[in-house]
């Protein structure tokens, strides 16, 4: 009876979603693109221009504000619970990592609150790579080893996660410890330049997208040298010409062999102009002309960052879906968000778990199956 009930909520019913940490509604996204009908999406969401994009692209979103305010009795049945608590306290990129400690990853204990009241037919968590200890325990919690999915076999971008699910193939070892057997997606070969809608790009895919990237450098040398020497960022350059003038001009030193001390931000603009100075870190400070000549390939014209569009190319978002966002308020949440296509692709295994079950709600009408 079980299994009728499982079978007929996955085709004809639709499912009940309850989204944690929901951003702008990824998971809603995938679910479509799968072609898994939906029921009711219950959302939880605190962030003002997550829900503004959520409402506006799924209006039948039922939002529920605060993850520690839900209660699973105040729910209808949970076929499906999704979530990607926050990262921060595991991200490798930052030097401290409280972990499961941190004020903001601890709120996967949130989700695994949820997971055991609403006892979902089926459930996700993604998360960031993260040190082995800490990986350990949350698979430990939720009953399954993760598969590692990274984001650039199926977009131009690179982002490599982990996903915890019960949705597709599992494997089990000796002591019955179960990890996640999804198998990798076929590469899809896309290119960052295949994304850009003019420019050149030297790279063949772009860094993974970050909340960061909704505060961009706005000085061309600025931005140049952490895209350059630390490939912190992604950029986009007017042409191939440019990109190679630009890049032996920072390697001839600019701007680490001098610089123009600029009045308006060194004293506060109280500093009159005739002040101004060049000064350099290597002794000595080329001439003003030469100086100035090197300076002149890296104009605004010449260099930018993603546009908003190309940003929803890379985590694979319909076009246009962000759009009653500004520019850098849309890289904060897609940055923040999941690549649809990678959370699509395991969605697409559920599929494969429908068909499993009606095999069997077929035996047991005709008294086939023991």
């Given at each position: 009876?079980?299994?009728?009930?499982?079978?007929?909520?996955?085709?004809e019913r639709g499912l009940n979603v309850l989204s944690l940490f929901d951003g702008m509604s990824c998971g809603q996204l995938a679910l479509h693109k799968a072609g898994i009908k939906v029921n009711k999406y219950f959302a939880s969401e605190i962030k003002e221009h997550g829900i503004k994009?959520?409402?506006?692209?799924?209006?039948?979103?039922?939002?529920?504000?605060?993850?520690?305010?839900?209660?699973?009795?105040?729910?209808?049945?949970?076929?499906?619970?999704?979530?990607?608590?926050?990262?921060?306290?595991?991200?490798?990129?930052?030097?401290?990592?409280?972990?499961?400690?941190?004020?903001?990853?601890?709120?996967?204990?949130?989700?695994?609150?949820?997971?055991?009241?609403?006892?979902?037919?089926?459930?996700?968590?993604?998360?960031?790579?993260?040190?082995?200890?800490?990986?350990?325990?949350?698979?430990?919690?939720?009953?399954?080893?993760?598969?590692?999915?990274?984001?650039?076999?199926?977009?131009?971008?690179?982002?490599?996660?982990?996903?915890?699910?019960?949705?597709?193939?599992?494997?089990?070892?000796?002591?019955?410890?179960?990890?996640?057997?999804?198998?990798?997606?076929?590469?899809?070969?896309?290119?960052?330049?295949?994304?850009?809608?003019?420019?050149?790009?030297?790279?063949?895919?772009?860094?993974?997208?970050?909340?960061?990237?909704?505060?961009?450098?706005?000085?061309?040398?600025?931005?140049?040298?952490?895209?350059?020497?630390?490939?912190?960022?992604?950029?986009?350059?007017?042409?191939?010409?440019?990109?190679?003038?630009?890049?032996?001009?920072?390697?001839?030193?600019?701007?680490?062999?001098?610089?123009?001390?600029?009045?308006?931000?060194?004293?506060?603009?109280?500093?009159?102009?005739?002040?101004?100075?060049?000064?350099?870190?290597?002794?000595?400070?080329?001439?003003?002309?030469?100086?100035?000549?090197?300076?002149?390939?890296?104009?605004?014209?010449?260099?930018?960052?993603?546009?908003?569009?190309?940003?929803?190319?890379?985590?694979?978002?319909?076009?246009?879906?962000?759009?009653?966002?500004?520019?850098?308020?849309?890289?904060?949440?897609?940055?923040?968000?999941?690549?649809?296509?990678?959370?699509?692709?395991?969605?697409?295994?559920?599929?494969?778990?429908?068909?499993?079950?009606?095999?069997?709600?077929?035996?047991?009408?005709?008294?086939?199956?023991?």
């Amino acid at each position: 009876m079980e299994t009728e009930t499982t079978f007929n909520n996955f085709f004809e019913r639709g499912l009940n979603v309850l989204s944690l940490f929901d951003g702008m509604s990824c998971g809603q996204l995938a679910l479509h693109k799968a072609g898994i009908k939906v029921n009711k999406y219950f959302a939880s969401e605190i962030k003002e221009h997550g829900i503004k994009v959520t409402q506006h692209n799924f209006p039948e979103t039922i939002q529920l504000g605060d993850v520690r305010n839900i209660k699973a009795s105040d729910l209808p049945k949970i076929d499906l619970l999704i979530g990607g608590s926050p990262c921060q306290d595991f991200s490798r990129g930052n030097a401290v990592r409280d972990g499961l400690q941190g004020e903001k990853s601890s709120l996967f204990y949130e989700y695994l609150r949820l997971l055991k009241e609403c006892e979902p037919t089926y459930w996700l968590l993604e998360n960031v790579v993260m040190d082995a200890e800490q990986e350990m325990i949350i698979s430990e919690l939720v009953g399954t080893e993760p598969v590692r999915i990274n984001s650039s076999l199926l977009s131009a971008q690179l982002r490599d996660r982990l996903y915890w699910t019960n949705i597709g193939p599992a494997s089990f070892d000796l002591f019955g410890n179960r990890t996640c057997a999804i198998p990798q997606p076929k590469d899809k070969k896309i290119k960052l330049q295949d994304v850009l809608e003019d420019g050149f790009t030297d790279r063949e895919k772009s860094r993974a997208l970050l909340e960061s990237d909704s505060r961009p450098l706005r000085t061309p040398t600025k931005m140049f040298h952490r895209y350059y020497s630390t490939g912190f960022t992604t950029v986009v350059f007017k042409d191939e010409n440019i990109y190679k003038e630009m890049k032996m001009r920072y390697e001839e030193g600019l701007p680490g062999e001098a610089q123009q001390l600029n009045p308006s931000t060194e004293s506060g603009g109280q500093q009159p102009y005739m002040q101004n100075r060049v000064y350099s870190d290597k002794g000595k400070a080329p001439c003003l002309t030469q100086f100035a000549n090197r300076l002149m390939i890296f104009q605004k014209e010449n260099i930018r960052y993603l546009t908003q569009t190309e940003l929803e190319r890379l985590q694979t978002v319909p076009e246009g879906y962000t759009s009653i966002l500004k520019r850098d308020d849309a890289a904060c949440l897609l940055g923040d968000g999941w690549t649809v296509d990678v959370i699509a692709y395991i969605f697409s295994f559920l599929k494969g778990e429908g068909k499993k079950l009606l095999k069997v709600e077929t035996e047991l009408s005709n008294g086939t199956r023991m």
